[in-house]
């Protein structure tokens, strides 16, 4: 079950006048979660599988991942948190030079210091900002979720085919 048919469900209980409207809103949703989901589909393909690597500030992609096909390395882990070591910055940039990985990218709630460092070291080029935690204003890139997932997608296309 969408999470968006299990939020609509338990606004119903509390509110069952208005049961319709919820319904109503919960499946014009899961309309556009499918559309952006073939969107997003389609522009991948335009990438050449072996392209499909890149190196974002921290591993919070995962579900890109796996819907996509597109691997996500972090330096930093799962934690913002955390530094990574030179141990961890030397790894990933060895892989980077192995992999031909085209691109880095920083996202909105971290430093981009860190993949400055290793694009520079590596000449990959730095992508576009990536959403991952955090949206942005109204009148930001990454207003809602689907605008997050949009302006992901353009920029991952835009650097890596």
């Known amino acids: 079950m969408h999470s968006a048919e299990t939020s609509a469900g338990c606004t119903q209980r509390a509110d069952p006048a208005g049961r319709d409207a919820y319904q109503a809103n919960a499946a014009a949703y899961l309309a556009k979660l499918d559309t952006l989901d ?13 392209r499909r690597r890149i190196i974002s500030s921290h591993d919070a992609f995962g579900y890109f991942q796996e819907a ?12 913002t948190e955390a530094e990574p070591s030179a141990r961890d910055v030397a790894r990933i940039i060895t ?6 990985i085209p691109a880095v990218f920083p996202e909105n709630i ?5 993949m400055q460092r290793i694009a520079q ?13 955090a949206l942005t204003s109204e009148k930001g890139d ?6 997050l997932m949009r302006h992901n ?9």
Do not use: C, H, N, W
Not at 68 to 79: L, T
């Open 38 to 50: 073939a969107e997003v589909k389609a522009a991948i393909t335009v990438i050449p599988a072996d």
């Open 68 to 79: 996509y096909g597109i691997e996500f390395i972090a330096p930093q882990g799962v934690s």
């Open 95 to 100: 892989q980077i030079r192995q992999l031909k």
């Open 110 to 114: 971290s430093d981009p210091r860190l």
């Open 121 to 133: 070291e590596t000449g990959a080029r730095i992508g576009g900002k990536l959403y991952s935690d």
């Open 142 to 147: 990454a207003a809602s979720y689907l605008d």
């Open 153 to 161: 997608m353009k920029q991952l296309v835009t650097a890596l085919k």
